[in-house]
């Protein structure tokens, strides 16, 4: 019995750093994030409309695996329209807003991005009438937005823009179909040293991406220096009949990883599909 309370003792303080460091994130929703992109909304904290899958402890900070599931079926009628995603503790912490339509099947996304301290991970959807519903994980990890570049960055910058799709599993005509995206980007933060020249690289990150299938939107992204290296989605997407899967991803430059100011548009990358099912 003796041993059982002080086991109980030592877990709770060993967690004590932990939920100081959740409650001082809440105050940076409450006070920064909520007011600058929510001002004046409610917001349901529930899993009821989605689902957010995170490890509890990143084995690499800037590659940590994120998947948000919908609970719901999109419809004409109902569906949602998209899925803000947000780190609290990191230097700029939008990593993404994704749209979705009808056509996508599901509002599923799932992508590897940077953590740059311990810090909830949020994912705000809304509703097509409106409504908010908000679902969060705490995840532990550190340097993730500055990890290194790395020493093939002449390797990466040669292969700039190149994409593929993958599908995973049969095509089937009305029914949602998974499929993953992979862009070929070093996705530069502006806060990584090159282990070349050790000099501090300036920001460079895919800033759009548009998928469509036979002209009509699938998903529409604007993502930040929080996607990893080497962007790589997987969503769905309802194929009607024989057609195009397209993508289009446009990339820009920053002087700095946390001002949106002074930027400047990059080149656009296009790819095309052949979805026969």
């Not at 993958?166 to 530069?188: A, F, W």
Request: charge should be positive; charged fraction near 25%; proline fraction near 6%.
């Amino acid at each position: 019995m003796k041993y059982s309370k002080l086991l109980q003792a030592i877990l709770i303080i060993a967690l004590l750093p932990i939920a100081a460091i959740a409650a001082e994130d809440e105050k940076i929703w409450n006070n920064v994030l909520k007011p600058e992109y929510f001002a004046g909304q409610a917001i349901e904290e529930s899993d009821n409309v989605i689902e957010l899958e995170a490890p509890v402890r990143a084995e690499d900070p800037a590659l940590v695996p994120l998947k948000v599931t919908s609970k719901i079926k999109q419809s004409k009628d109902r569906y949602i329209k998209r899925i803000l995603m947000l780190v609290d503790n990191n230097p700029y912490p939008f990593v993404g807003d994704f749209e979705f339509t009808p056509d996508s099947g599901k509002a599923d996304i799932a992508m590897r991005i940077r953590v740059n301290s311990n810090s909830n991970i949020r994912a705000i959807a809304q509703m097509n009438d409106g409504k908010l519903t908000m679902t969060k994980k705490f995840v532990k990890a550190s340097g993730g937005c500055s990890a290194p570049v790395g020493a093939n960055l002449d390797e990466a910058m040669a292969r700039l823009g190149k994409m593929k799709f993958r599908l995973e599993g049969d095509v089937k005509v009305g029914e949602p179909t998974s499929v993953q995206l992979m862009i070929s980007h070093p996705n530069i933060t502006g806060m990584q040293m090159d282990q070349v020249t050790r000099f501090i690289k300036k920001a460079h990150f895919v800033k759009d991406v548009k998928v469509s299938f036979n002209g009509k939107p699938v998903l529409t992204a604007k993502t930040d220096i929080a996607i990893s290296t080497d962007p790589n989605f997987r969503f769905y997407f309802v194929p009607d009949k024989a057609g195009d899967l397209k993508v289009d991803v446009t990339d820009t430059s920053c002087e700095t990883p946390t001002k949106r100011d002074v930027c400047t548009k990059g080149d656009t990358y296009t790819e095309t599909f052949k979805i026969q099912p």
